[in-house]
Protein backbone atom coordinates (compact mmCIF):
# COMPACT_ATOMS: atom_id res chain seq x y z
CA UNK A 1 0.00 0.00 0.00
CA UNK A 2 1.26 3.38 -0.89
CA UNK A 3 0.45 6.39 0.82
CA UNK A 4 -0.57 10.20 -0.59
CA UNK A 5 2.89 11.88 -0.65
CA UNK A 6 2.49 15.62 0.94
CA UNK A 7 6.19 15.82 2.09
CA UNK A 8 9.03 13.64 1.40
CA UNK A 9 12.10 14.88 3.56
CA UNK A 10 15.23 14.05 2.13
CA UNK A 11 18.71 13.32 4.01
CA UNK A 12 21.69 11.70 2.99
CA UNK A 13 24.40 10.41 4.92
CA UNK A 14 27.79 9.72 4.21
CA UNK A 15 30.98 7.40 6.41
CA UNK A 16 28.25 5.44 8.25
CA UNK A 17 28.08 6.05 12.32
CA UNK A 18 31.24 8.46 12.01
CA UNK A 19 30.30 10.40 9.27
CA UNK A 20 28.28 13.24 8.46
CA UNK A 21 24.00 13.48 8.07
CA UNK A 22 23.03 16.20 5.63
CA UNK A 23 19.41 17.36 5.02
CA UNK A 24 19.04 18.49 1.10
CA UNK A 25 18.35 21.85 2.32
CA UNK A 26 21.20 21.61 4.33
CA UNK A 27 19.05 22.90 7.35
CA UNK A 28 20.55 19.84 9.02
CA UNK A 29 24.27 19.45 8.56
CA UNK A 30 25.89 17.08 11.54
CA UNK A 31 28.71 15.18 12.36
CA UNK A 32 27.94 11.54 13.30
CA UNK A 33 29.90 9.93 15.75
CA UNK A 34 29.27 6.57 17.47
CA UNK A 35 28.65 6.49 21.28
CA UNK A 36 31.40 5.43 23.34
CA UNK A 37 29.17 2.40 24.98
CA UNK A 38 28.74 1.27 21.45
CA UNK A 39 32.62 0.90 21.01
CA UNK A 40 33.19 4.20 18.83
CA UNK A 41 34.81 7.26 19.93
CA UNK A 42 31.64 9.60 21.05
CA UNK A 43 33.10 12.48 19.53
CA UNK A 44 31.99 15.85 21.07
CA UNK A 45 29.85 17.43 18.98
CA UNK A 46 28.19 14.89 17.33
CA UNK A 47 25.20 12.87 17.19
CA UNK A 48 23.99 9.31 15.99
CA UNK A 49 21.15 7.82 14.51
CA UNK A 50 19.55 6.90 18.01
CA UNK A 51 19.31 10.39 19.06
CA UNK A 52 18.26 11.81 15.56
CA UNK A 53 15.50 8.83 15.76
CA UNK A 54 14.24 9.81 19.20
CA UNK A 55 13.96 13.42 17.99
CA UNK A 56 11.85 12.90 15.02
CA UNK A 57 9.52 10.47 17.14
CA UNK A 58 9.58 13.20 19.95
CA UNK A 59 8.28 16.06 17.83
CA UNK A 60 5.99 13.70 15.74
CA UNK A 61 4.25 12.12 18.87
CA UNK A 62 3.59 15.79 20.64
CA UNK A 63 2.25 16.78 17.43
CA UNK A 64 -0.26 13.71 17.25
CA UNK A 65 -0.99 13.84 20.87
CA UNK A 66 -2.15 17.87 20.63
CA UNK A 67 -4.07 16.82 17.20
CA UNK A 68 -6.27 13.98 19.25
CA UNK A 69 -6.95 16.38 22.15
CA UNK A 70 -8.21 18.83 19.90
CA UNK A 71 -10.37 15.95 17.57
CA UNK A 72 -11.28 15.49 21.64
CA UNK A 73 -12.19 18.94 22.79
CA UNK A 74 -9.73 19.06 25.13
CA UNK A 75 -6.69 20.86 24.05
CA UNK A 76 -3.41 20.46 25.39
CA UNK A 77 -0.83 23.14 26.95
CA UNK A 78 2.74 22.72 27.73
CA UNK A 79 2.90 18.83 26.65
CA UNK A 80 6.14 17.27 26.70
CA UNK A 81 7.71 13.84 25.13
CA UNK A 82 10.96 12.74 26.12
CA UNK A 83 11.68 9.92 23.89
CA UNK A 84 15.00 7.35 24.73
CA UNK A 85 15.88 5.06 21.84
CA UNK A 86 17.76 2.48 23.33
CA UNK A 87 19.97 0.36 20.78
CA UNK A 88 21.32 -3.34 21.69
CA UNK A 89 21.11 -6.95 20.86
CA UNK A 90 17.86 -8.78 20.30
CA UNK A 91 19.35 -12.36 19.63
CA UNK A 92 21.84 -12.58 17.16
CA UNK A 93 21.02 -9.33 15.57
CA UNK A 94 20.89 -5.55 16.63
CA UNK A 95 17.41 -4.15 17.59
CA UNK A 96 15.98 -0.67 18.77
CA UNK A 97 13.52 0.00 22.33
CA UNK A 98 11.92 2.86 22.73
CA UNK A 99 10.38 5.09 25.70
CA UNK A 100 8.16 7.82 25.12
CA UNK A 101 7.84 9.39 28.86
CA UNK A 102 4.85 11.63 28.47
CA UNK A 103 3.73 14.70 30.69
CA UNK A 104 0.59 16.27 30.09
CA UNK A 105 -0.22 19.10 33.15
CA UNK A 106 -3.92 19.91 33.53
CA UNK A 107 -5.42 16.50 33.20
CA UNK A 108 -6.39 13.54 35.67
CA UNK A 109 -4.13 10.67 34.85
CA UNK A 110 -6.77 8.49 33.40
CA UNK A 111 -7.77 11.42 30.41
CA UNK A 112 -3.89 11.74 29.53
CA UNK A 113 -3.70 7.76 29.68
CA UNK A 114 -6.68 7.69 27.18
CA UNK A 115 -5.20 10.80 25.35
CA UNK A 116 -1.66 9.27 24.47
CA UNK A 117 -3.46 5.86 23.83
CA UNK A 118 -5.00 7.73 20.68
CA UNK A 119 -2.10 9.50 19.97
CA UNK A 120 -0.25 6.27 19.83
CA UNK A 121 -2.34 5.30 16.93
CA UNK A 122 -2.22 8.14 15.31
CA UNK A 123 1.32 8.99 15.07
CA UNK A 124 3.09 7.88 11.89
CA UNK A 125 6.35 6.96 14.11
CA UNK A 126 4.07 5.06 16.09
CA UNK A 127 2.50 3.48 13.12
CA UNK A 128 5.03 2.51 11.44
CA UNK A 129 7.12 1.14 14.61
CA UNK A 130 3.91 -1.54 15.44
CA UNK A 131 4.83 -4.93 15.51
CA UNK A 132 8.87 -4.59 15.02
CA UNK A 133 10.17 -2.96 18.10
CA UNK A 134 9.00 -2.48 21.60
CA UNK A 135 7.27 1.18 22.30
CA UNK A 136 6.94 2.00 26.15
CA UNK A 137 4.45 4.94 26.87
CA UNK A 138 4.80 6.41 30.42
CA UNK A 139 2.57 9.09 30.94
CA UNK A 140 2.56 11.73 34.23
CA UNK A 141 0.31 14.91 34.80
CA UNK A 142 2.04 17.38 36.60
Do not use: W
Not at 41 to 64: H, I, M, R, S, V
Not at 72 to 94: H, L, W
Not at 106 to 120: D, M, N, S
Request: aromatic share 6%; hydrophobic share 35%; proline share 5%.
Amino acid sequence: MSIQKIYTATAKATGGRDGRAISSDNVIDLPLSTPKEMGGPGKTGATNPEQLFAAGYAACFDGALNLVARMSKMPITGSTVDAQVSFGKDGDNYGLEVALNLNIPGFTQQQAEELVAKAHQVCPYSRATRGNIDVHLNTTVN
